[in-house]
T-cell receptor, first 116, second 114 residues
Framework: GNSVTQMEGPVTLSEEAFLTINCTYT??????LFWYVQYPGEGLQLLLK?????DKGSNKGFEATYRKETTSFHLEKGSVQVSDSAVYFC???????????????FGGGTRLMVKP | EAQVTQNPRYLITVTGKKLTVTCSQN?????MSWYRQDPGLGLRQIYY???????DKGDVPEGYKVSRKEKRNFPLILESPSPNQTSLYFC?????????????FGEGSRLTVL
């Protein structure tokens, strides 16, 4: 079956530090990969996505590259801000899997805390 | 404004007392789904619906029911809640267009079962 593994948090950084949140996946088909962000008290919202190998998704200064050879989709940002404090979820979509109705398989989430 | 609306946002109840969490979307989406979020486990799918009158089980359906009588609404029903259903619940919707993966989430409903 499909699965997504993320580094455990919390990750605590100072403002302007470099961020990496690791994500690896297992899928039976050719998945699309996503990062969602959950700000305090809110629902999840799509941050970026990549639909095929070697694609790079980017948004709001965040980037992630779909690496099929290492089955990874690590999230990076060159200079974090206090407003980036949130929980980040890596996810995959693989409609060729047995449970095609489960549009997204999520990782466990990584909490990021950015201090001024 | 395009949105997914859940109610209630917070609820404390007791074991065995039936409750319903409502979910409504105004984007004319075919696909709707319920997730529960628990620490360290990410989001796990409870039930989903690909269109009106079409529902199916997700990964953790035990103890839950759903219905999809109208396209915009997808209520989650707990017939006899138990403490292990204490969780944060999210409703989500999407156009059913393959691996686009863009789900639109509600703000969540935090349920405590005593």
């Amino acid at each position: 079956g499909n699965s997504v593994t993320q580094m455990e948090g919390p990750v605590t950084l100072s403002e302007e530090a470099f961020l990496t949140i690791n994500c690896t996946y297992t899928a039976t088909g050719y998945p699309s990969l996503f990062w969602y962000v959950q700000y305090p008290g809110e629902g999840l919202q799509l941050l970026l996505k990549a639909t095929k190998a070697d694609d790079k998704g980017s948004n709001k200064g965040f980037e992630a590259t779909y690496r099929k050879e290492t089955t990874s989709f690590h999230l990076e940002k060159g200079s974090v801000q206090v407003s980036d404090s949130a929980v980040y979820f890596c996810a995959l979509s693989d409609l060729s899997s047995d449970n095609a109705g489960n549009m997204l398989t999520f990782g466990g989430g990584t909490r990021l805390m950015v201090k001024p | 404004e395009a949105q997914v609306t859940q109610n209630p946002r917070y609820l404390i109840t007791v074991t065995g007392k039936k409750l319903t969490v409502t979910c409504s979307q105004n984007m004319n989406h075919e696909y709707m789904s319920w997730y529960r979020q628990d620490p360290g486990l990410g989001l796990r799918q409870i039930y989903y619906s690909m269109n009106v009158e079409v529902t199916d089980k997700g990964d953790v359906p035990e103890g839950y029911k759903v219905s999809r009588k109208e396209k915009r609404n997808f209520p989650l029903i707990l017939e006899s809640p138990s403490p292990n259903q204490t969780s944060l619940y999210f409703c989500a919707s999407s156009l059913w267009t393959g691996n686009t993966g863009e789900l639109f989430f509600g703000e969540g409903s935090r349920l405590t079962v005593l």
